[in-house]
């Protein structure tokens, strides 16, 4: 016989938005459940992970989880200018870590984390909204009355339920982490032109020690190159700051898509929120996005346990 199971609120995706959704769910009183496709929260990482010092002390993030950053450089081919601060404005985050540090205080206010849980399709029904998932190889039924898409890019209970389609534009980003001869724990860099990256940006994003990730984002679909092999050219070459890092040991590989659509995209339908990246709330300019994921993370979270108090689920509600 299949499983099921039947919550409140169902929160597909443990990124910054639906931790921070799943947290604030649960916090004011009700039974939520955390659906989280891969092994482990943060398994594979997906973001160069910059955020601002304001944002660290908004949320609260512990200081293991991020590396304060006082200096940013600027590169063009041509050209290179650092700007300094006497105290630190911005900062990198750990992702692994901070994305845990978010799943965990979920957790202890007793949300319920289901790992390798795959969301395959989305149904509704007269309570609300079905999920039939891949739950450890098993078929699995979740029942909630309200779910929150907080699954990224790929939006999958909306696109299951046929409300949206794929993004149309975004920004594609590939990026190495390395340990490094010279690293400059305090400085960031990012690097602009033609040799860097057609219709996007290069950067070098220090975590603190010997280690930096190095990457380059290009937009789509204004250009068709492969972010992965623009990046390897720039490595090869050792173009601009990159040269500065000397010897470089690699630790591992990141690729991300992040949508550039702005907020052409409806959040709110009868029993379902999209939230973060499904909801395309990411920085259109530099396509940043954590610090808002988890500020509109916990506004979703709020927003359906609200709804669930007053008893009304519709999308005029939400």
């Not at 739950?135 to 699954?151: P, Q, R, Y």
């Not at 984002?217 to 492969?226: F, I, L, N, Y």
Request: proline share 4%; glycine share 10%.
């Amino acid at each position: 016989m299949m499983k099921e199971f039947s919550y409140d609120i169902i929160v597909v995706g443990a990124g910054p938005a639906g931790s921070s959704a799943a947290f604030t769910a649960a916090k004011l009183g009700h039974r939520v459940a955390l659906l989280e496709k891969e092994e482990t929260v943060a398994q594979t990482v997906r973001t160069s992970g910059v955020t601002w010092m304001d944002s660290i002390s908004e949320f609260e993030i512990p200081e293991h989880c991020y590396n304060p950053i006082k200096n940013y450089g600027f590169c063009s081919p041509g050209n290179e200018v650092i700007i300094s601060s006497d105290i630190p404005r911005a900062a990198v985050l750990d992702v692994r870590k901070t994305y845990r540090w978010l799943a965990d205080k979920a957790l202890k206010q007793e949300a319920v984390l289901y790992t390798n849980t795959s969301v395959t399709s989305a149904k509704r029904d007269s309570n609300g909204i079905t999920l039939h998932t891949l739950s450890n190889k098993e078929e699995v039924l979740f029942h909630g009355k309200i779910v929150i898409d907080a699954s990224g890019f790929q939006t999958v209970v909306a696109k299951s339920l046929g409300l949206v389609t794929q993004w149309k534009r975004f920004g594609a980003g590939a990026e190495y982490e390395f340990e490094v001869e010279n690293a400059d724990a305090n400085t960031w860099w990012l690097m602009v032109g033609q040799d860097y990256s057609p219709a996007g940006y290069a950067w070098i994003f220090p975590l603190g020690g010997n280690i930096v990730r190095v990457g380059v984002g290009v937009g789509k679909p204004e250009s068709t190159e492969d972010p992965n092999e623009r990046l390897k050219q720039i490595i090869d070459k050792k173009l601009g700051p990159i040269a500065k890092l000397g010897k470089m040991k690699l630790i591992e590989f990141h690729y991300g898509l992040i949508p550039n659509d702005g907020l052409s995209r409806k959040t709110v339908y009868d029993n379902l929120i999209l939230v973060g990246d499904s909801a395309g709330q990411a920085n259109p300019l530099v396509l940043e996005g954590i610090r808002y994921a988890i500020r509109y993370g916990r506004i979703a979270g709020e927003t359906a346990a609200n709804a669930l108090l007053k008893g009304d689920l519709t999308e005029k509600s939400l």
